[in-house]
């Protein structure tokens, strides 16, 4: 694992005290919280497209409902139209 993807020990603790979980499992709590808001634009479109696709949503429904997604996501993005997250996707 990279340092800059190793969840600080102190925060692990601090999760660990607070939740009453081990510290291994506050250490995965803490490290997914930390690649949630790590995640690009790009992988957050394509990782929610597969998602929503295994669950058989259309194109045109997927493409709309990450638009919106989009503005609502904790890391600011750009708006983007269905085109482009359609570019995201498929290249």
């Known amino acids: 694992m990279s340092e800059a993807a190793d969840p600080s020990e102190d925060l692990v603790d601090q999760v660990s005290r607070t ?4 510290p291994d499992d506050a250490r ?9 808001f790590t995640e690009t634009t790009e992988q957050y ?11 058989g949503a259309r194109n045109d429904e997927i493409f709309a409902r990450l638009g919106s997604e989009l503005r ?13 997250l359609r570019r995201i996707v498929y290249g």
């Open 19 to 22: 939740t009453g979980l081990t």
């Open 28 to 36: 995965r709590v803490v490290a997914d919280v930390l690649a949630y």
């Open 45 to 55: 479109v394509r990782r929610r497209h597969r998602e929503l696709q295994t669950y």
């Open 72 to 84: 609502h996501w904790p890391v600011r993005s750009p708006e983007l139209s269905a085109r482009q």
